[in-house]
């Protein structure tokens, strides 16, 4: 397999979107679609199925992808590791992280990183809804841990690092607390906490549907500007918010609870940093990261 073909197969792989994947290789749409047909007529079979709504791995592709990722990246990285190796990691590398289970995640990473790069240290800060990506782009942090989707044209955004199933946080007292699990469609019952405009829309609506999967309406509740704001609505009964499976552990609140929602998608969250600031020490991280296995 060629090198492209390598790339298009395990972007597309990870996006299950033609237009997101082309995007994420800054070639055309056309380029990705000739290139995994190329690749499958090489091999013989089809490694995604293709309908007017959607695309997905066949069995042979998830397995494909399955033994193809783990030995690209460990190529890409033993060749990062010898640019790096020549030009030296030294400094520091600023990061930034939204909500408590990232910032754990990210120290553990950070401890690996300094003791294989003891010249280079790491500062840790954390990021609120508000910010955005502000803060990377005002020169605060040199990298942050984003979460999926992401697809800002200025920013370089990593492969998935970790993956969180959705809660809904609702109101102690309301009707669907006393539901064990809940599905989008149980939106509709329920105001939903908004977040602030600073985040792109195409990631709200992703994870803050305005409708429900028949099309009923999700009423919109008050705006919040940081995380503790939102669960401070949701316990006084403004509204509920969509959540991860991580909230109960490190924002236990008395009047909020926490339900699963079965048909939600992962919230999953990987490194990003802009076009123009990748340097020897990011890069670094990234990788170390990439070895890391979160302790969730």
Not at 25 to 53: C, D, P, Q, Y
Not at 236 to 262: C, H, M, N, W
Request: proline fraction near 7%.
């Amino acid at each position: 397999m060629e090198r492209n073909e390598i790339e298009a197969f395990l972007t597309l792989s990870e996006e299950l979107h033609f237009g997101r994947a082309a995007e994420r290789l800054r070639v055309s749409t056309a380029h990705v679609s000739k290139t995994i047909k190329g690749l499958e007529r090489r091999v013989g079979v089809a490694l995604f199925e293709r309908t007017s709504r959607k695309v997905v791995l066949t069995p042979v592709g998830r397995r494909l992808c399955a033994e193809l990722r783990p030995a690209y990246e460990q190529v890409r990285r033993s060749v990062r590791n010898a640019e790096l190796a020549g030009r030296g990691v030294q400094g520091t590398v600023r990061v930034g992280y939204f909500g408590s289970a990232g910032g754990r995640y990210l120290l553990d990473v950070a401890e690996r990183f300094e003791a294989a790069h003891p010249a280079c240290t790491v500062r840790i800060t954390e990021l609120q809804l508000s910010d955005g990506a502000g803060r990377l782009r005002g020169g605060d942090v040199d990298t942050m841990l984003c979460g999926f989707p992401m697809r800002e044209p200025d920013m370089t955004i990593g492969p998935p690092l970790i993956s969180e199933a959705k809660m809904l946080a609702v109101p102690s007292g309301h009707a669907l607390a006393a539901r064990s699990t809940l599905t989008l469609e149980d939106l509709a019952e329920v105001a939903m906490i908004q977040n602030p405009p600073q985040l792109p829309t195409y990631f709200d609506e992703y994870h803050h549907p305005r409708q429900t999967p028949s099309g009923r309406p999700v009423p919109p509740g008050p705006t919040a500007a940081t995380f503790q704001e939102i669960l401070a609505l949701v316990g006084a009964g403004k509204g509920a918010y969509l959540t991860t499976e991580q909230a109960p552990r490190f924002y236990l609140r008395s009047d909020v609870t926490f339900i699963p929602v079965t048909d939600a998608p992962p919230l999953r969250f990987g490194l990003g940093w802009l076009d123009t600031g990748l340097t020897a020490r990011v890069q670094a991280f990234a990788d170390t990261a990439a070895d890391t296995t979160p302790r969730l």
